[in-house]
């Protein structure tokens, strides 16, 4: 057991670097995105309602030399936010992946949580078994992190295909209903385009997963983990 933690130590320790690298490349394009958004210049017009009066003094307005100067700009830093998409897909797709190697590799949770029994509909108590390790962690929407990780980063590997395996499209189900209880039956909440994937006008899935958990930064990231492999002390 002793080796275990040590080798799992290790593993946070090695991946640390690459991490936090990563993690900065996010914050780098999460800054592209806000600049693009504070250079995108606002029309505001309080008008009386006249026929043609608001589109009129639109025209105008994006006439001005100052208009189109400010909208030249922020065309060319959306179009540089928008040609790196694909890049902070990949990044975030490579920090869940570490996170999912790290729990398939140090995990030793074997017990089931009757609260998200749902998600494991249609798998074989064989499969089920298999998956538990990934039982652990914090709820997202009354999801352990471990199983949103596990869900992430398996979209992400595979978001060429339009079919993932049962336990992988529970999840994004869950995850995509504004109340989770809709889960069983008839479906009444609306669903987030984000996670739904039958939404096919979103591709890689990795950001919004990563947002999902909350994980901003490296420090978001280590606290999760540490406290996946933390013993619960009961009084």
């Given amino acids: 057991m002793r080796d275990v933690e040590i080798a799992r ?20 394009y999460d800054g592209l995105f806000h600049e693009a958004a ?10 009386s309602g006249g026929e043609g009066e608001f589109q009129d003094a639109l025209i105008a307005w994006q006439n001005q030399p100052s208009t189109q100067q400010s909208m030249g700009v922020a065309a060319t830093l959306w179009e540089k936010h928008s040609a790196i998409q694909f890049s902070r897909h990949v990044i975030a797709g490579s920090i869940l992946q570490i996170a999912y190697k790290a729990i398939e590799l140090f ?3 074997d017990t089931a949580d009757l609260d998200t029994d749902y998600l494991f509909q249609h798998l074989s108590a064989e499969k089920k078994a298999s998956h538990l390790k990934f039982l652990v962690g914090r709820k997202v929407k009354g999801i352990h992190i471990g199983l949103v990780i596990y ?12 079919k993932l395996n049962p336990l992988n499209r529970n999840i994004f189900h869950a995850l995509a209903l504004e109340d989770a209880t809709d889960f ?15 939404n096919l006008d979103v591709g890689v899935r990795s950001s919004v997963i990563l947002s999902a958990l909350g994980w901003r930064s490296y420090s978001d990231y280590e606290s999760d983990i540490q406290s ?4 619960v002390v009961s009084d």
Avoid: C, W
């Fill in 228 to 231: 996946i492999f933390t013993p």
């Fill in 9 to 28: 130590e290790e593993y946070i320790s090695q991946t640390e670097h690459a991490l936090k690298g990563m993690f900065d490349l996010l914050r780098y």
């Fill in 151 to 162: 869900a992430g980063r398996n979209q992400y590997n595979h978001f060429e295909q339009t």
């Fill in 184 to 198: 069983v039956g008839e479906e009444k909440s609306f669903k987030n385009p984000s996670f739904d994937l039958e």
């Fill in 107 to 109: 995990s030793t949770n």
């Fill in 38 to 47: 504070q250079a995108s210049p606002v029309f505001a017009l309080r008008h």
